[in-house]
């Protein structure tokens, strides 16, 4: 089945650590994008990649970074300098930039 | 930056009734205007989205409108059912320029009732 992977679906972690969540796409895929959900809130973007090797920090980016060493994978990392990271992460994927994103089933993350 | 206003918050409605939902945009230049769909736990599925170019698209059920002037949009659902229960996002955005970004607005949860 093609699609779009992220994992775990929940995620406990300690003040002051950093965390990584995974996210895999067999689209084949050139753009991959994530965004972070608050409640009440739409979603806003915190890092998008165009094509390997390359990615642009979004409207969020403060706290997080990120890799695109491979097409098919795109991890974002929560730093010890996210200062409210709890909060439910989705990652997408369309064909290139602007066409119709993908979006994975997402990961729950909480500070604890 | 672009700014998407959406309107209501939170929509009950009668099964077999419609429910509209209205969203806003700030820049002039966007030109295009994705609905997704969010079931619990799940991520959004886009729904149906329409280009600056049309001012009405139609998907069984579904519709969307486009005013260019007022920068609003506005989902459309007719004879509603309990699956149509769900969060809706709009969303806007630049596309043809590099630096391509969807700007969302904060979501309609709409439930129907039986």
């Known amino acids: 089945d093609g699609g779009i992977t992220q994992s775990p679906k929940y995620l406990f972690r300690k003040e002051g650590q950093n965390v990584t969540l995974s996210c895999e796409q067999n689209l084949n895929h050139d753009a991959m994008y994530w965004y972070r959900q608050d409640p009440g809130q739409g979603l806003r973007l915190i890092y998008y990649s165009q094509i390997v090797n390359d990615f642009q920090k979004g409207d969020i980016a403060e706290g997080y970074s990120v890799s695109r060493e491979k097409k098919e994978s795109f991890p974002l990392t929560v730093t010890s300098a996210q200062k409210n990271p709890t909060a439910f992460y989705l990652c997408?994927?369309?064909?290139?930039?602007?066409?119709?994103?993908?979006f994975g089933q997402g990961t729950r993350l909480t500070v604890v | 930056g672009e700014n998407v206003e959406q309107h209501p918050s939170t929509l009950s409605v009668q099964e077999g009734d419609s429910a509209v939902i209205k969203c806003t945009y700030s820049?002039?230049?966007?030109?295009?205007f994705p609905w997704y769909k969010q079931e619990l736990g799940k991520g959004p599925q886009l729904i149906i989205d329409?280009?600056?170019?049309?001012g009405e698209k139609k998907d069984q059920r579904i519709a969307v409108t486009l005013n260019k002037t007022a920068k609003h949009f506005s989902l459309h659902i007719t004879e509603t059912q309990p699956e149509d229960s769900a969060v809706y996002f709009c969303?806007?955005?630049?596309?043809?320029?590099?630096?391509?970004?969807?700007?969302f607005g904060a979501g309609t949860t709409v439930t129907v009732r039986a």
């Open positions: 997408a994927s369309s064909l290139g930039l602007g066409a119709e994103a993908f």
């Open positions: 820049d002039s230049a966007s030109n295009y």
């Open positions: 969303a806007a955005s630049i596309r043809g320029i590099y630096d391509y970004k969807l700007s």
């Open positions: 329409i280009r600056s170019n049309v």
